[in-house]
């Protein structure tokens, strides 16, 4: 069974910087694509960053485009989301999930999330 486990998060001030990172286990990370959704209190889960099976596609919300870069190592079975000049409304619980299907397709297995705090 895959699993996915997040760590990083934690609490940091407006125009800092936090690396997130997701392992995976219990299945071979080359095998999905891979993804970071964030959901803020009262608000619905959105996405912000995925990645190719390779890593040679990116995509991010435009919100975070240009701060915030996605990447994997796939022997070391690791996603990695880097957010820099982090804002306000990046305070949220951030997910790590794995697509074996397309990108746009729901992904398959979910982490427990890693909470950011971010405070001006």
């Known amino acids: 069974q895959v699993h996915l486990v997040e760590s990083g998060g934690g609490s940091v001030q407006t125009g800092d910087s936090l690396r997130l990172s997701c392992v995976l286990t219990?299945?071979?990370?080359?095998?999905?694509?891979m993804s970071w959704f964030r959901q803020a209190p009262g608000q619905e889960r959105e996405f912000v960053a995925a990645?190719?099976?390779?890593?040679?596609?990116?995509y991010y919300e435009d919100s975070v485009e240009g701060r915030f870069s996605i990447s994997r190592d796939n022997a070391r079975r690791t996603v990695s989301l880097q957010m820099d000049s982090q804002s306000a409304e990046g305070s949220a619980v951030y997910y790590c999930?794995?697509?074996?299907?397309?990108?746009?397709?729901?992904?398959?297995?979910w982490g427990q999330g890693t909470q950011v705090s971010v405070s001006s």
């Open positions: 999930t794995a697509h074996s299907t397309g990108l746009n397709a729901e992904p398959d297995y």
């Open positions: 219990g299945g071979n990370i080359g095998e999905y694509g």
């Open positions: 990645i190719g099976w390779s890593g040679g596609r990116k």
